[in-house]
């Protein structure tokens, strides 16, 4: 052979590949194609295990707005303690007004003449002491617990002592507790 069929060769040899580097090339490449797609496959997973806490703690922050909006209409102000806006009021009546914006909405104004059996300013006094908490608080907790709980959760009402309902929100699925609230309904700062 020649001396430059010689160089030709050492430098085909030198500039070419053999089957070795390919081969190292895929392997490398389908590891990091694998650990990509290990990765992007876990992203996707986080993403959905944030997305059902993100709807589950929507569907509480709704509920508990629900509940706080029945809380405001819970009055005391016929003698007898509801979670309904009063039909009858007026300026003669005990419940003088029936919007739960006015501070009239919750106490007794006055005793209404034509309930002769019951002095609604008193029996309002009975209901507010503490010894009363359970009877005070039940119409509104029976009107909370008569409402239909989120999808997927869990709502416990408990009566609390000084006129507060505890809210306690778990999911269906492993019971884990979500959120415990304490609702105060506005009535309960009427209460002497």
């Avoid at 309902?165 to 019971?175: P, R, T």
Wanted: glycine residues 2%; contains cysteine; aromatic residues 6%.
């Amino acid at each position: 052979m020649t001396k430059q069929k010689i160089l030709a060769k050492q430098l085909s040899i030198k500039n070419g590949f053999s089957m070795l580097e390919p081969l190292l090339a895929s392997v490398i490449l389908a590891i990091i194609t694998a650990g990509t797609a290990l990765m992007l496959i876990s992203a996707n997973r986080l993403s959905q295990n944030a997305d059902v806490v993100d709807n589950s703690e929507w569907n509480i922050n709704t509920d508990l707005s629900a509940i706080q909006r029945l809380s405001r209409r819970f009055t005391c102000c016929s003698g007898n303690c509801l979670v309904q806006i009063p039909t009858n009021y007026g300026s003669t009546k005990s419940c003088a007004v029936n919007n739960p914006d006015d501070d009239r909405y919750f106490y007794p104004q006055l005793d209404d003449k034509s309930t002769t059996t019951i002095n609604e300013p008193n029996a309002v006094d009975a209901l507010c002491n503490d010894s009363n908490n359970a009877t005070f608080m039940t119409p509104l907790k029976t009107a909370v617990d008569a409402t239909a709980s989120p999808s997927g959760i869990i709502r416990t009402t408990t009566i609390k002592p000084d006129h507060a309902l505890e809210i306690s929100y778990s999911d269906s699925a492993n019971n884990q507790v979500r959120r415990v609230s304490l609702i105060v309904p506005p009535m309960a700062f009427w209460c002497p």
